[in-house]
Structures are given as structure tokens and as C-alpha cells.
């Protein structure tokens, strides 16, 4: 059985620091391209950064880039999402997904397996 969990969102003052986690199971991360998403409210879901299966393509968003680093642990099937430096413009729910292939840049209707979604709020 796939699943895709998110955890470690919460509320953190501007500036300040979170690591988002994404336990993967029922698939191997070498097989799928994985992505961070998120979704502010009254926005369409955006990508932040995705992945290709071998890590060779990272393709960040331009309004996270040298603030967060994604990174994976393949011994535990594990995906992280670490976000310095946040501000008000970061709230949002975050996603982690996964679209079996190589290389899905952030087009999110390539993804197959998503989460349910961690809360993020910046604010002071």
C-alpha cells in the first residue's frame, strides 16, 4: 500500500526555521521524482521544489531558492523539506508527492501519490 505522510509543519515567527518530513512507503524513492508543494488559501497549489528520481534535476521555485534545500535519506524512504529564512508569503499547507518516472519537473498533474498535507504558518 503506498503512502505519502508529511509532518512537521506548525507556526514560526518570520525569519525563523522548519524541517518538513515525508515517510514514503509501499514504493522505493529510486523508482519516483518527488516534490514539495503548497497551497495558500484562494491560490492554486504551487511547486516548490521537485526532484528527479536520481537527484541529478532539482528544480526550485524561484521564491524559495538558497532558502530551502530538499534532501533525501533512501536507507529510511525519506524525504525533507528544510526552509530557512521564512516569511508571511510562505503560509501555506505543504505537500509531498510522488509521480513514478525520472524527471516530473513541478507539474503537478504528473504527480500519482500525495500526501495529506502539513500546516504551515509564518507569523509573529
Known amino acids: 500500500q503506498v503512502q505519502v505522510v508529511e509532518s512537521g509543519g506548525g507556526l514560526v515567527q518570520p525569519g525563523g526555521s522548519l524541517r518538513l518530513s515525508c515517510a514514503i512507503s509501499?514504493?522505493?524513492?529510486?523508482?519516483?521524482?518527488i516534490g514539495w508543494f503548497r497551497q495558500a488559501p484562494g491560490k492554486e497549489r504551487e511547486g516548490v521544489v521537485c526532484?528527479?528520481?536520481?537527484?541529478?534535476?532539482?528544480h526550485y521555485a524561484d521564491f524559495v531558492r538558497e532558502r530551502f534545500t530538499i534532501f533525501k535519506d533512501y536507507a529510511k524512504n525519506m524525504v525533507y523539506l528544510q526552509m530557512n529564512s521564512l516569511n508571511a508569503e510562505d503560509t501555506a499547507v505543504y505537500y509531498c508527492?510522488?509521480?513514478?518516472?525520472?524527471?516530473?519537473?513541478?507539474?503537478?498533474?504528473?504527480?500519482?501519490?500525495w500526501g495529506q498535507g502539513t500546516q504551515v504558518t509564518v507569523s509573529s
Open positions: 508527492a510522488a509521480g513514478y518516472g525520472s524527471d516530473w519537473y513541478c507539474r503537478v498533474s504528473e504527480y500519482d501519490y
Open positions: 509501499g514504493f522505493t524513492l529510486n523508482d519516483y521524482a
Open positions: 526532484t528527479s528520481n536520481d537527484d541529478r534535476s532539482i
